[in-house]
């Protein structure tokens, strides 16, 4: 919100004589959202559609009937200034949610979500969509064993398919930030994470399942419902390089 904008021209009043009508001189108001722009993750700008943002933070808090996610997207819309990026009004989003937890536990749900769609954006910004993708660009950088790519590459159809999304709703925030900061692997450079909760959690089943399909399988479903998790050893090196 640049106040200069609100001064702008000032000093170039006539001084010979008063305009009049449509011509006269007058203080433009301070930007309203409406009127900025944002940039998106691939660089180009928008403006900015404060309906979008209402609607994002509306559809992650389906179901959740303790959350007011209008008291979210309005502390979002209130964090925006001309020029800022869609990562940081959505990070915005998430801080705000998780902020509210200790005043209803459910918003540590929502921030979960959050972050989820987050992680998902930031990994298909990467042309990143399927687990096997994921695999086969970690096995490009060097991060990915042999042993692990081609385990996926003969089976990627059905490991793909075994894919639950919407499994990531089971986190509550903290767990999915541990998650999200510790264990996703990371481009070498760029430091964009290149899995998803679920890839992760595929990625861990392939690389204990003993290359058995079928255990594979069985054992994405325990991980995916967090019914069962390995060492932390294991979450961090499973199939890697």
């Keep these: 919100m640049n106040a200069s904008n609100a001064v702008a021209g000032a ?92 005043e209803e536990p459910e918003y540590g749900f929502l921030a979960a979500r959050l972050l989820g769609s987050y992680i998902d954006k930031e990994v298909s910004g990467q042309e990143i969509q399927s687990f096997s993708q994921s695999v086969a660009r970690g096995a490009e950088l060097g991060i990915i064993n042999a042993r692990l790519r081609d385990f996926v590459a003969l089976n990627a159809r059905k490991l793909n398919d075994a894919i639950d999304p919407l499994a990531t709703r089971r986190f509550e925030y903290f767990g999915l930030r541990t ?38 399988l069985e054992l994405y479903r325990l991980l995916s419902a967090l019914e069962y998790l390995p060492s932390s050893p294991s979450l961090f090196n499973a199939g890697t390089a």
Excluded: W
């Excluded at 404060?50 to 959350?67: F, N, P, Q, W, Y």
């Excluded at 979210?72 to 819309?77: G, H, S």
């Excluded at 595929?202 to 399909?213: D, E, I, K």
């Design 11 to 102: 000093s170039a009043r006539p001084s010979v004589s008063e305009p009049s009508g449509e011509e006269a001189f007058a203080l433009t108001a301070p930007h309203s959202p409406t009127q900025m722009r944002v940039t998106k993750r691939n660089g180009s700008s928008e403006s900015v559609d404060l309906a979008k943002i209402v609607r994002a933070v509306t559809r992650s808090a389906e179901g959740l009937h303790a959350v007011d996610p209008m008291r979210v997207a309005l502390k979002t819309i209130g964090g925006i200034y001309d020029g800022a990026s869609t990562r940081e009004l959505d990070e915005l989003s998430i801080r705000t949610s998780a902020a509210l937890t200790a």
């Design 179 to 216: 998650v999200y900061d510790r264990y996703l692997l990371r481009h070498p450079e760029q430091r964009k994470v290149i899995e998803t909760p679920q890839y992760f959690f595929m990625r861990v089943a392939c690389a204990l399942g003993g290359g058995q399909l079928g255990e594979t």
